[in-house]
Protein backbone atom coordinates (compact mmCIF):
# COMPACT_ATOMS: atom_id res chain seq x y z
CA UNK A 1 0.00 0.00 0.00
CA UNK A 2 1.41 3.25 -0.69
CA UNK A 3 -2.06 5.55 0.54
CA UNK A 4 -4.81 4.40 2.26
CA UNK A 5 -7.84 6.91 1.09
CA UNK A 6 -10.93 4.75 0.49
CA UNK A 7 -11.80 0.93 0.97
CA UNK A 8 -12.60 0.14 -2.79
CA UNK A 9 -9.13 0.97 -3.88
CA UNK A 10 -7.70 -2.56 -1.81
CA UNK A 11 -8.18 -6.08 -2.73
CA UNK A 12 -10.69 -8.29 -0.25
CA UNK A 13 -7.23 -10.13 0.46
CA UNK A 14 -5.44 -6.75 1.53
CA UNK A 15 -8.40 -5.86 3.54
CA UNK A 16 -8.91 -9.09 5.57
CA UNK A 17 -4.72 -9.43 5.79
CA UNK A 18 -5.38 -6.25 7.73
CA UNK A 19 -8.14 -6.99 9.49
CA UNK A 20 -6.00 -9.97 10.39
CA UNK A 21 -3.27 -8.05 11.58
CA UNK A 22 -5.34 -5.90 13.82
CA UNK A 23 -6.35 -8.87 15.47
CA UNK A 24 -2.66 -9.79 16.28
CA UNK A 25 -1.83 -6.31 17.39
CA UNK A 26 -5.10 -5.95 19.54
CA UNK A 27 -3.89 -9.46 21.61
CA UNK A 28 -0.28 -8.51 21.25
CA UNK A 29 -0.88 -4.98 23.24
CA UNK A 30 -3.41 -6.52 25.99
CA UNK A 31 -0.10 -8.95 26.58
CA UNK A 32 1.93 -6.84 27.50
CA UNK A 33 2.28 -4.67 24.57
CA UNK A 34 3.18 -3.49 21.21
CA UNK A 35 7.19 -3.51 20.05
CA UNK A 36 8.55 0.03 19.16
CA UNK A 37 7.72 -0.87 15.24
CA UNK A 38 7.33 3.03 14.58
CA UNK A 39 10.49 4.11 16.34
CA UNK A 40 12.02 7.62 15.05
CA UNK A 41 8.44 7.88 12.74
CA UNK A 42 5.55 11.09 12.81
CA UNK A 43 2.58 10.91 11.72
CA UNK A 44 1.15 14.41 10.90
CA UNK A 45 -2.28 14.39 11.56
CA UNK A 46 -4.46 17.28 10.05
CA UNK A 47 -7.55 18.20 10.77
CA UNK A 48 -10.62 20.65 9.29
CA UNK A 49 -13.39 19.02 11.98
CA UNK A 50 -13.35 18.43 15.57
CA UNK A 51 -12.27 14.89 16.42
CA UNK A 52 -12.35 12.66 19.22
CA UNK A 53 -12.12 9.27 18.17
CA UNK A 54 -9.78 9.79 14.96
CA UNK A 55 -7.49 11.91 17.09
CA UNK A 56 -6.60 9.82 19.84
CA UNK A 57 -6.81 6.68 18.33
CA UNK A 58 -4.09 7.92 15.31
CA UNK A 59 -2.27 9.72 18.39
CA UNK A 60 -2.32 6.59 20.56
CA UNK A 61 -1.15 4.15 17.73
CA UNK A 62 1.46 6.05 16.89
CA UNK A 63 2.81 6.19 21.14
CA UNK A 64 2.45 2.90 21.31
CA UNK A 65 4.19 1.58 18.60
CA UNK A 66 6.96 3.57 19.35
CA UNK A 67 6.60 6.84 17.46
CA UNK A 68 5.22 10.03 17.72
CA UNK A 69 1.88 11.84 16.13
CA UNK A 70 1.71 15.57 15.45
CA UNK A 71 -1.80 17.83 15.58
CA UNK A 72 -2.02 20.37 13.11
CA UNK A 73 -5.35 22.19 13.73
CA UNK A 74 -7.40 24.10 10.69
CA UNK A 75 -6.62 27.44 12.37
CA UNK A 76 -2.31 26.52 11.66
CA UNK A 77 -2.30 25.34 8.36
CA UNK A 78 -5.47 26.64 6.56
CA UNK A 79 -5.53 23.84 4.02
CA UNK A 80 -6.14 25.38 0.23
CA UNK A 81 -7.06 28.58 1.84
CA UNK A 82 -3.89 30.06 3.45
CA UNK A 83 -1.27 27.67 1.25
CA UNK A 84 -2.13 25.37 -1.60
CA UNK A 85 -2.68 22.22 -0.78
CA UNK A 86 -0.08 20.66 -3.01
CA UNK A 87 2.26 23.18 -1.06
CA UNK A 88 1.25 21.73 2.04
CA UNK A 89 1.75 18.28 1.27
CA UNK A 90 5.54 19.12 -0.05
CA UNK A 91 6.46 20.35 3.13
CA UNK A 92 5.25 18.04 5.08
CA UNK A 93 6.76 15.28 3.54
CA UNK A 94 9.58 16.52 4.59
CA UNK A 95 8.93 16.72 8.10
CA UNK A 96 7.09 13.28 8.64
CA UNK A 97 7.05 9.67 7.92
CA UNK A 98 3.35 9.79 7.06
CA UNK A 99 0.05 12.38 6.45
CA UNK A 100 -3.58 11.43 8.31
CA UNK A 101 -5.94 13.91 7.08
CA UNK A 102 -9.42 14.66 8.57
CA UNK A 103 -11.00 16.83 6.01
CA UNK A 104 -14.71 18.15 4.62
CA UNK A 105 -14.26 17.47 1.01
CA UNK A 106 -12.84 14.19 -0.55
CA UNK A 107 -11.06 16.06 -3.01
CA UNK A 108 -8.37 18.02 -0.41
CA UNK A 109 -7.32 13.97 0.58
CA UNK A 110 -7.07 13.14 -2.69
CA UNK A 111 -4.91 16.12 -3.48
CA UNK A 112 -2.56 15.44 -0.37
CA UNK A 113 -2.05 11.98 -1.63
CA UNK A 114 -1.25 13.46 -5.33
CA UNK A 115 1.98 15.28 -4.16
CA UNK A 116 3.03 14.02 -0.93
CA UNK A 117 6.09 11.74 -1.09
CA UNK A 118 4.71 9.49 2.20
CA UNK A 119 2.13 7.80 2.71
CA UNK A 120 -1.62 9.77 3.39
CA UNK A 121 -4.62 8.52 5.11
CA UNK A 122 -7.90 9.40 4.56
CA UNK A 123 -8.96 9.86 8.70
CA UNK A 124 -12.71 10.89 7.23
CA UNK A 125 -13.68 12.94 4.66
CA UNK A 126 -17.13 13.97 2.91
CA UNK A 127 -17.41 10.64 0.31
CA UNK A 128 -16.24 8.05 2.74
CA UNK A 129 -14.39 6.52 6.14
CA UNK A 130 -12.15 3.80 5.26
CA UNK A 131 -10.65 3.50 8.71
CA UNK A 132 -13.79 3.56 10.53
CA UNK A 133 -14.68 0.73 8.09
CA UNK A 134 -12.07 -1.29 9.33
CA UNK A 135 -12.60 -0.98 12.93
CA UNK A 136 -16.10 -2.13 12.14
CA UNK A 137 -15.08 -5.10 9.94
CA UNK A 138 -12.74 -6.23 12.78
CA UNK A 139 -15.63 -5.48 15.91
CA UNK A 140 -17.99 -8.02 13.20
CA UNK A 141 -15.91 -10.50 12.90
CA UNK A 142 -14.87 -10.28 16.28
CA UNK A 143 -18.33 -11.30 16.97
CA UNK A 144 -19.24 -13.60 13.87
CA UNK A 145 -15.94 -14.91 12.77
CA UNK A 146 -15.22 -14.58 8.78
CA UNK A 147 -18.70 -16.10 8.34
CA UNK A 148 -19.90 -14.79 4.36
CA UNK A 149 -23.29 -13.93 3.65
CA UNK A 150 -24.25 -11.98 6.89
CA UNK A 151 -26.88 -9.55 6.87
CA UNK A 152 -25.47 -6.31 7.33
CA UNK A 153 -27.67 -3.27 7.46
CA UNK A 154 -27.59 0.22 7.87
CA UNK A 155 -30.53 2.35 8.43
CA UNK A 156 -30.44 6.30 8.24
CA UNK A 157 -28.56 8.76 6.14
CA UNK A 158 -26.64 7.10 2.97
CA UNK A 159 -23.53 9.21 4.29
CA UNK A 160 -19.58 8.77 4.00
CA UNK A 161 -20.03 6.04 6.83
CA UNK A 162 -22.48 4.39 4.93
CA UNK A 163 -20.44 4.30 1.71
CA UNK A 164 -17.65 2.41 3.72
CA UNK A 165 -19.62 0.16 4.83
CA UNK A 166 -21.12 -1.04 1.97
CA UNK A 167 -17.87 -1.45 0.67
CA UNK A 168 -16.19 -3.87 2.94
CA UNK A 169 -19.17 -5.31 3.11
CA UNK A 170 -18.77 -6.31 -0.58
CA UNK A 171 -15.28 -6.84 -0.44
CA UNK A 172 -15.83 -9.27 2.17
CA UNK A 173 -19.13 -11.06 1.21
CA UNK A 174 -21.52 -10.12 3.34
CA UNK A 175 -25.21 -9.19 2.81
CA UNK A 176 -25.79 -5.25 3.07
CA UNK A 177 -28.54 -3.40 2.78
CA UNK A 178 -29.79 0.44 3.16
CA UNK A 179 -33.17 1.66 4.62
CA UNK A 180 -32.79 5.49 3.97
CA UNK A 181 -35.42 8.12 3.01
CA UNK A 182 -35.97 8.89 -0.32
CA UNK A 183 -33.62 11.77 -1.25
CA UNK A 184 -31.01 10.71 0.99
CA UNK A 185 -29.60 7.92 -0.94
CA UNK A 186 -25.48 7.18 -1.33
CA UNK A 187 -24.02 8.30 -4.44
CA UNK A 188 -25.05 6.71 -7.73
CA UNK A 189 -20.86 5.76 -8.52
CA UNK A 190 -19.58 3.58 -5.00
CA UNK A 191 -23.41 1.68 -5.26
CA UNK A 192 -22.29 1.08 -9.13
CA UNK A 193 -18.56 -0.43 -8.00
CA UNK A 194 -20.05 -2.31 -5.06
CA UNK A 195 -22.39 -3.85 -7.55
CA UNK A 196 -19.33 -4.77 -9.31
CA UNK A 197 -17.28 -6.40 -6.19
CA UNK A 198 -20.35 -7.71 -5.22
CA UNK A 199 -20.26 -9.67 -8.04
CA UNK A 200 -16.90 -11.35 -7.58
CA UNK A 201 -17.67 -11.98 -3.79
CA UNK A 202 -20.82 -13.01 -3.96
CA UNK A 203 -22.61 -10.39 -1.63
CA UNK A 204 -25.86 -9.06 -2.27
CA UNK A 205 -27.05 -5.63 -1.93
CA UNK A 206 -30.31 -4.06 -1.36
CA UNK A 207 -31.66 -0.51 -1.41
CA UNK A 208 -34.69 0.09 1.14
CA UNK A 209 -37.00 2.68 2.22
CA UNK A 210 -38.38 0.43 5.15
CA UNK A 211 -36.55 0.39 7.80
CA UNK A 212 -38.16 -2.33 8.91
CA UNK A 213 -37.95 -4.48 6.28
CA UNK A 214 -34.06 -3.83 6.10
CA UNK A 215 -33.55 -5.48 9.68
CA UNK A 216 -35.57 -8.42 9.30
CA UNK A 217 -33.26 -11.32 10.22
CA UNK A 218 -30.10 -8.91 10.22
CA UNK A 219 -26.87 -9.63 12.10
CA UNK A 220 -25.72 -6.10 12.12
CA UNK A 221 -27.56 -3.05 12.82
CA UNK A 222 -25.61 0.07 12.14
CA UNK A 223 -27.01 3.96 12.13
CA UNK A 224 -24.51 7.17 12.41
CA UNK A 225 -26.47 10.92 12.94
CA UNK A 226 -29.06 12.53 10.56
CA UNK A 227 -26.96 15.90 10.13
CA UNK A 228 -23.17 15.31 9.63
CA UNK A 229 -20.86 17.87 10.22
CA UNK A 230 -21.06 20.59 7.56
CA UNK A 231 -24.88 20.16 6.87
CA UNK A 232 -25.93 21.59 10.00
CA UNK A 233 -28.00 24.21 8.07
CA UNK A 234 -30.07 21.16 7.26
CA UNK A 235 -30.45 20.73 10.97
CA UNK A 236 -34.36 21.82 10.98
CA UNK A 237 -35.69 19.73 7.88
CA UNK A 238 -33.60 16.46 8.80
CA UNK A 239 -35.08 16.13 12.14
CA UNK A 240 -38.95 16.33 10.32
CA UNK A 241 -37.88 13.14 7.90
CA UNK A 242 -35.56 11.14 9.52
CA UNK A 243 -37.51 9.43 13.15
CA UNK A 244 -38.83 7.05 11.39
CA UNK A 245 -35.29 5.54 10.91
CA UNK A 246 -34.83 5.91 14.49
CA UNK A 247 -32.78 2.28 15.85
CA UNK A 248 -34.64 1.83 18.74
CA UNK A 249 -35.70 -1.57 20.80
CA UNK A 250 -38.99 -2.24 18.35
CA UNK A 251 -36.65 -2.07 15.29
CA UNK A 252 -33.98 -4.46 17.16
CA UNK A 253 -36.80 -7.12 18.02
CA UNK A 254 -37.60 -7.15 14.04
CA UNK A 255 -33.17 -8.63 13.79
CA UNK A 256 -32.13 -11.61 14.11
CA UNK A 257 -31.66 -12.80 17.80
CA UNK A 258 -27.82 -12.23 18.41
CA UNK A 259 -27.76 -8.98 15.92
CA UNK A 260 -25.15 -6.73 17.04
CA UNK A 261 -25.88 -2.77 17.13
CA UNK A 262 -23.18 -0.55 15.69
CA UNK A 263 -22.79 3.67 15.88
CA UNK A 264 -19.78 5.36 14.97
CA UNK A 265 -19.94 8.17 17.17
CA UNK A 266 -20.55 10.57 18.07
CA UNK A 267 -24.33 9.52 18.76
CA UNK A 268 -27.40 12.11 19.22
CA UNK A 269 -28.94 9.96 21.98
CA UNK A 270 -32.14 9.49 21.64
CA UNK A 271 -32.30 10.94 18.13
CA UNK A 272 -31.14 8.30 15.77
CA UNK A 273 -30.55 5.82 18.14
CA UNK A 274 -32.00 5.41 22.09
CA UNK A 275 -30.63 5.01 25.26
CA UNK A 276 -32.08 1.52 25.59
CA UNK A 277 -30.40 0.16 22.49
CA UNK A 278 -27.22 2.38 22.89
CA UNK A 279 -26.38 0.88 26.32
CA UNK A 280 -28.56 -2.60 26.12
CA UNK A 281 -26.85 -5.90 25.68
CA UNK A 282 -26.96 -5.66 21.45
CA UNK A 283 -24.66 -2.80 21.51
CA UNK A 284 -21.49 -2.53 20.32
CA UNK A 285 -20.27 0.72 20.09
CA UNK A 286 -17.32 1.47 22.43
CA UNK A 287 -15.62 -2.07 21.28
CA UNK A 288 -15.97 -0.61 17.86
CA UNK A 289 -14.83 2.46 18.64
CA UNK A 290 -11.92 1.13 20.46
CA UNK A 291 -11.19 -1.06 17.57
CA UNK A 292 -10.07 1.89 15.78
CA UNK A 293 -6.75 1.78 18.17
CA UNK A 294 -5.87 -1.82 16.64
CA UNK A 295 -6.94 -1.36 13.19
CA UNK A 296 -5.02 1.91 12.44
CA UNK A 297 -2.22 0.36 13.34
CA UNK A 298 -2.38 -2.51 11.25
CA UNK A 299 -2.85 0.14 8.23
CA UNK A 300 0.26 2.25 9.74
CA UNK A 301 2.69 -0.39 10.22
CA UNK A 302 1.94 -1.85 6.44
CA UNK A 303 2.17 2.08 5.32
CA UNK A 304 5.14 2.29 6.89
CA UNK A 305 6.49 -1.17 5.52
CA UNK A 306 7.91 -2.36 9.21
CA UNK A 307 5.35 -5.58 9.15
Known sequence: ??????????????????????????KEHFAGGNPPLFKGRVLGMIFQKASLRTRVSFDMAMRHMG?????????????????????VSRVLSGY??????????????????KWSSVPVINGLSDFSHPCQAMA????????FGK?????????????????????ISAKLGWNFTIANPEGYDMPAGSVEQAKKTAAGSGSKLAFLTDPRAAVKGAHVIYTDTWTSMG??????????????????AQLVSEADKDVIVMH?????????????????????????????L?????????????A
Open 1 to 26: MRHFLDISDHSSEELQDLLDFAVRLK
Open 67 to 87: GDALYLSPNEIGLGKRESIAD
Open 96 to 113: VQAVMARVFEHAHVLELA
Open 136 to 143: DAQTIQEK
Open 147 to 167: AKGLSVVYVGDGNNVAVSLMQ
Open 231 to 248: QEEETAKREAVFPPYQVN
Open 264 to 292: CLPAHRNHELTDEVADGPHSVIFPQAHNR
Open 294 to 306: HAQKAILARLFGV
